[in-house]
């Protein structure tokens, strides 16, 4: 999708008063700012770390649901399954190619992630320990994403931005086909409702998780709304989330495991909206800082995906050698 001699590196400028002013009125323009452009350092290196984290949580993300795929209960349920993995590993592309842009290389943002200075998506650290899991995980976790991600379809930064759109029509496929195998087993026997419920009381809180810390802890949001990264906060968008999640787990006739989940009529400006119970952010803080239960498990799967992949890199390095000389030698004859 992009080239990687688009080295974003080169753009660099001095950061004066004037510079960072002059590019901000860029964005308060809605300009989208595109590889080539000078940019702050301090922008670039945010993007860095959220796009790469954003491609490392899509191709993490395959590990939970990849498991399942033999495991599906019909041909359908399996052909579905597995096109929502084979996504996922488009959707990492997608944005490993729009964080190259950067000048960044896809070498050292699996090196960052390998060696524990990149994070991946706290969601994928919880074990997939039934098929009920598998609809939970497309229901709830993809609508989390689509939530969060709509608004990144408008990032300022215009690789990122058009990659977001086409994956954001993709995980609403995603998350109907999740949403689809929950009525299914919400409709069907008391033991696969059982299953059903056991799913939403485990993903429930790590989905609200997914949003981010509260507002209050959040390091980033601030500038990252400035520079029109993010366009709304962390609770916003969990609010958001659990406004219409709700609704639907009603619709499924499930309980939503949150004891103090109540609506306030009061809330958004008189709309109403569910106030919810305190989420463990200390469950949060050791899953994010590499102690979730799955986290060994992720991290042992990329790399040995990492290092069986080595010849195949090599191969194709050595195959771009020979053929940028073959190139170098028919220019020489010719001229
Ligand atoms: N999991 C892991 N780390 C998280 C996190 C989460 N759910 N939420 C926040 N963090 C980390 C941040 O990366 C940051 O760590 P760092 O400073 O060491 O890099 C720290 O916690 C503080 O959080 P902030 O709120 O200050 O961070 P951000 O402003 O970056 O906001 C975010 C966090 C909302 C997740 C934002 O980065 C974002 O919108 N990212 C893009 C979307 C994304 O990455 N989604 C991941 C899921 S992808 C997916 O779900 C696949 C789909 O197929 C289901």
């Not at 649901?65 to 997608?94: F, M």
């Not at 087993?185 to 059903?196: H, I, S």
């Amino acid at each position: 999708m992009y080239s990687q001699a688009l080295d974003g590196k080169v753009a660099v400028k001095s950061e004066s008063m004037d510079f960072l002013e002059e590019f901000q009125k860029r964005i308060d323009a809605e300009e989208k700012i595109e590889p080539m452009d000078a940019m702050p350092a301090g922008y670039r290196k945010t993007l860095v770390r959220q796009i790469s984290q954003h491609a490392h949580s899509e191709i993490v993300g395959m590990l939970p649901e990849g498991n399942w795929i033999t495991r599906a209960p019909s041909l359908r349920r399996k052909i579905a399954l597995l096109a929502k993995v084979q996504d996922e590993c488009g959707h990492g592309l997608y944005l490993y190619a729009a964080a190259e842009t950067l000048g960044v290389s896809r070498e050292e943002m699996t090196e960052d992630l390998l060696e524990g200075r990149a994070k991946y998506s706290s969601i994928f650290n919880y074990p997939t320990l039934s098929w009920a899991d598998i609809g939970a995980i497309g229901w709830l976790v993809d609508s989390a994403a689509i939530m969060n991600q709509i608004p990144l379809c408008r990032c300022s930064y215009g690789p990122y931005a058009r990659a977001m759109v086409r994956i954001c029509k993709e995980e609403s496929f995603h998350q109907r086909q999740g949403f689809e195998i929950m009525l299914a087993l919400c409709r069907g026997t008391d033991r696969q409702r059982e299953m059903a419920q056991d799913a939403l009381n485990r993903w429930w809180w790590p989905s609200l998780m997914m949003f981010g810390p509260p507002d209050s802890e959040s390091r980033h949001s601030d500038q990252s709304m400035t520079w029109k990264i993010k366009r709304f906060s962390n609770d916003s968008l969990r609010r958001k989330f659990i406004d219409a999640t709700v609704k639907q787990a009603e619709f499924l006739g499930l309980d939503v495991p949150d004891p103090d989940l109540k609506w306030d009529p009061d809330l958004n400006g008189g709309e109403g909206g569910f106030r919810h119970g305190a989420i463990d952010w200390e469950e949060f803080r050791r899953v994010i800082s590499g102690f979730g239960p799955m986290a060994k498990e992720r991290l042992a799967a990329r790399r040995k995906a990492w290092e069986d992949g080595a010849w195949v890199r090599e191969a194709a390095r050595a195959h771009a050698a020979k053929t940028r000389s073959a190139n170098r030698r028919d220019s020489a004859v010719s001229s």
